[in-house]
């Protein structure tokens, strides 16, 4: 009775993260051994897009990769919560015709082996994130990150006062 119920829920939990694991386009994703996601990740490869993760890749909830052109990630990295990668932007035209909907500019993003990215990470195109470099949390990632280093942003708090006009 024992066996049979290990079984059933075996089952059920398979049955449940197909439900919260998305990939759009799945012709242009590579998969290593031993991938590992929580909730919610979401792999869209567009346009001819591809999205390579090596062996040994954990996710942790609500992670999102959009390829236009190609996002390798390497063996052995993990990635926090609402972690967010692309590879591509909107181009935008001349000074009064804004943002072009559906024109992109892309580049690669590479991620090293042995990387760990913390939550809440933008990584943006045309970036390489060097084997072994920790992301910290909250960062945004817009220029290469050299092996075996803790890329952190830094931010300054500013409070400024606000002055109101009298009407």
């Given at each position: 009775?024992?066996?049979?119920?290990?079984?059933?829920?075996?089952?059920?939990?398979?049955?449940?993260?197909?439900?919260?694991?998305?990939?759009?386009?799945?012709?242009?994703?590579?998969?290593?051994?031993?991938?590992?996601?929580?909730?919610?990740?979401?792999?869209?490869?567009?346009?001819?897009?591809?999205?390579?993760?090596?062996?040994?890749?954990?996710?942790?909830?609500?992670?999102?990769?959009?390829?236009?052109?190609?996002?390798?990630?390497?063996?052995?990295?993990?990635?926090?919560?609402?972690?967010?990668?692309?590879?591509?932007?909107?181009a935008f035209g001349k000074?009064?015709?804004?943002?072009?909907?559906?024109?992109?500019?892309?580049?690669?993003?590479?991620?090293?082996?042995?990387?760990?990215?913390?939550?809440?990470?933008?990584?943006?195109?045309?970036?390489?994130?060097?084997?072994?470099?920790?992301?910290?949390?909250?960062?945004?990632?817009?220029?290469?990150?050299?092996?075996?280093?803790?890329?952190?942003?830094?931010?300054?708090?500013?409070?400024?006062?606000?002055?109101?006009?009298?009407?």
């Open positions: 009775m024992l066996n049979k119920f290990s079984s059933l829920f075996q089952v059920l939990m398979m049955k449940i993260k197909i439900s919260i694991f998305k990939i759009s386009h799945p012709h242009g994703l590579v998969v290593g051994r031993k991938l590992r996601f929580r909730k919610r990740l979401n792999l869209r490869a567009d346009a001819g897009g591809k999205i390579n993760i090596g062996d040994y890749v954990f996710f942790n909830n609500d992670v999102s990769i959009n390829a236009r052109e190609l996002v390798t990630i390497g063996n052995h990295v993990l990635i926090g919560e609402n972690v967010k990668i692309y590879d591509h932007n909107h000074k009064y015709e804004g943002v072009q909907p559906d024109t992109f500019k892309t580049d690669s993003i590479t991620i090293g082996d042995g990387v760990w990215i913390g939550s809440n990470v933008t990584i943006l195109k045309g970036v390489t994130i060097g084997s072994k470099a920790i992301i910290a949390a909250g960062t945004v990632v817009n220029r290469d990150v050299q092996p075996s280093v803790i890329y952190q942003e830094q931010r300054s708090v500013q409070e400024i006062p606000i002055h109101y006009r009298e009407d």
